[in-house]
């Protein structure tokens, strides 16, 4: 028996899934029982994704779309609409996580950071709430970085951290309807040859996180999963932290 909420019977489109962190929350949904429209900008991983929640008896399609263009927004989402018969959860997890040094940050680099990681979620949460009726839930994927900034980090945190003010207005406006938004902010999520590549960033989040560890895809899932079902029904403008603790943790 799943220890997740059941969502059986309901439409969820999580956006960037093709791998990562969004290959974790489409996961977690499709185990949740949840049909998962798994939204790729380019061919590939997305169909690895639909195979194994097929393969594990969920039902999923990829979809693929250019988040910066409004217009393919609403696209996707009036798609992923018809394909489910209804829409009941929507993920804005796609963006870019580029390092650059403030000092050579371009104008164009701020544009495309703030384009895919912030514009995106505005189009598809505004076209997802057209499609939701009476009820549904947003959740934006930022980041711990929205209010611990990280050098190189200057447009994505300031871009995490719109999001999360992006979510609490949209709770505001969209409450009366019965449609929720909130926020994930996640910590350090691993992912193949991390340790590899960063092991003094890794030994130090260790040292730092309560809990030990690194967070998983499937932890990020499990909070978009809770956020959407009906346990968090009066739930709604809420930046859910999940990091292992790491933010509890003295910065003196």
Not at 25 to 45: D, E, K, N, T
Not at 79 to 106: F, K, M, S
Not at 157 to 171: N, P, W
Request: hydrophobic residues 45%.
């Amino acid at each position: 028996m799943s220890s997740l909420p059941d969502l059986g019977g309901t439409v969820a489109c999580v956006t960037g899934a093709s791998g990562g962190v969004g290959r974790g929350i489409a996961l977690r949904f499709a185990a949740a029982g949840a049909a998962v429209a798994v939204h790729h900008r380019r061919p590939g991983a997305a169909g690895d994704v639909v195979a194994a929640i097929e393969a594990a008896g969920g039902r999923a399609r990829a979809f693929a779309a250019e988040l910066t263009d409004d217009r393919a927004c609403h696209a996707l989402l009036d798609a992923v609409a018809d394909w489910g018969g209804r829409l009941d959860a929507l993920v804005n997890n796609a963006g870019i996580q580029p390092v650059e040094a403030l000092g050579e940050l371009t104008a164009d680099s701020w544009r495309a950071m703030l384009d895919s990681t912030l514009t995106s979620a505005f189009s598809c949460t505004q076209a997802a709430a057209r499609l939701m009726g009476d009820g549904g839930s947003v959740t934006h994927i930022a980041s711990i970085e929205a209010r611990q900034p990280a050098p190189g980090h200057v447009h994505y945190s300031a871009a995490k951290a719109a999001l999360v003010m992006h979510a609490r207005g949209a709770a505001l406006e969209y409450g009366p309807r019965g449609i929720r938004v909130n926020t994930v902010s996640p910590g350090l999520i691993s992912r193949a040859g991390l340790a590899e590549d960063w092991p003094e960033g890794v030994e130090r989040w260790h040292r730092a996180a309560p809990l030990g560890r690194l967070g998983t895809p499937a932890d990020v899932g499990n909070a978009c999963v809770f956020l959407a079902s009906p346990l968090a029904s009066w739930i709604t403008g809420h930046d859910l932290v999940v990091d292992g603790g790491v933010t509890a943790h003295p910065t003196w």
